[in-house]
């Protein structure tokens, strides 16, 4: 029985340590949970996002696309929500300035914020001169000059925090309330994080899958020499389960397809990433339809006879004479 149980024994401690390898390799560069997101905007969150897709943003959701759909989202609900008794005048200079916003989030040229913290914060104009929404709306009807200076003092702030007399004017001539500002700027996440480019292959998963790729070469090879087909059941088992790991590693990484913003172009997805869980999907069937055939195709352990063995019988005796007494015989196999 100890003999039947131990290459079971083998596959299942195999199967965890492999398992717990893979995945906690992997696990190192994995994208961090939805809820350690900060919002895209102060006032509404990432309602914008749930509203267009059914779900919160994640690590993955390249910040451009973030940004747009909460553009587009804070357009909508400002088209929604003008003022019954707002005066023809501003009436018109708030179509006009959501007309502006419309054009802006279409065209997807948003500033890089480069704030020292490293936080996600608003950024009115960044160092290459690109202009958040408000400040686009701003330079666009009161001039660029008037945006250049509300950023000297405020680059990084909320429109709710910023004691600007300018600004104020600004926003009551514009058939727009402060909180309706604030509705419109996002926020943008720290410029050092590396953009998705195609490219990227996490440190983690290509560690892991380096490591299942020798595991499994190497069990292949061990099958197909003399010492692997003379040893037990437990190898071909032990390399199916090698084989599995890999498998689901490359399924459970495998990247999602391009998402197409508002104006039609396609955000890139990670090819390297695609190509690299392609490549662990295939080796893992490979490895695991390999481990399956020689486990059918191994032949049955010889049955033999116990090492020692022992008889109880008479005596010898010479020629011509009679036995007399017992003897033990022992017997020992080498």
């Known amino acids: 029985m100890r003999r039947r149980l131990l290459p079971l024994l083998l596959v299942i401690i195999s199967l965890v340590g492999l398992g717990r390898l893979g995945f906690n390799l992997a696990a190192r560069n994995h994208p961090a949970s939805p809820g350690a997101l900060a919002p895209v905007n102060p006032v509404v969150g990432d309602a914008s996002f749930v509203a267009r897709f059914g779900r919160g943003p994640t690590a993955d959701t390249p910040d451009a696309l973030r940004i747009q759909t909460h553009l587009a989202y804070a357009e909508q609900q400002l088209r929604q929500r003008t003022p019954g008794a707002l005066p023809a005048a501003l009436r018109q200079r708030r179509a006009h300035l959501l007309d502006l916003l419309h054009a802006y989030w279409q065209a997807g040229v948003f500033p890089q914020n480069a704030s020292p913290d490293g936080q996600r914060h608003p950024c009115f104009i960044d160092g290459a001169g690109r202009l958040c929404a408000v400040g686009y709306l701003v330079a666009k009807t009161a001039g660029r000059p008037a945006a250049e200076r509300i950023n000297q003092r405020f680059q990084y702030s909320n429109l709710l925090d910023m004691r600007d007399k300018g600004l104020g004017r600004w926003v009551a001539q514009s058939g727009l309330s402060l ?61 199916m389960a090698s084989g599995t790991t890999q498998l689901v590693l490359g399924a459970t990484r495998f990247p999602e397809e391009p998402v197409t913003t508002f104006n039609g172009s396609s955000l890139p997805t990670n090819e390297s990433q695609k190509l690299l869980s392609m490549a662990n999907i295939g080796v893992g069937t490979a490895t695991v339809l390999f481990g399956a055939w020689n486990l059918l195709h191994r032949p049955a352990a010889t049955s033999q006879g116990p090492r020692t063995s022992w008889n109880v019988g008479p005596a010898p005796a010479g020629a011509g004479q009679r036995a007399d007494g017992m003897s033990l015989f022992l017997a020992r196999r080498f």
Do not use: E, F, K
């Not at 290509?206 to 003399?226: E, K, P, Y």
């Open 179 to 239: 909180a309706d500002c604030a509705l419109i700027q996002p926020t943008y996440g720290p410029s050092y994080i590396p953009v998705a480019t195609g490219n990227n292959i996490p440190t983690g998963y290509g560690t892991a899958s380096a490591v299942l790729v020798g595991l499994n070469a190497s069990a292949m090879v061990l099958n197909a020499s003399d010492a692997g087909r003379q040893a037990g059941r437990w190898l071909p088992w032990l390399t």
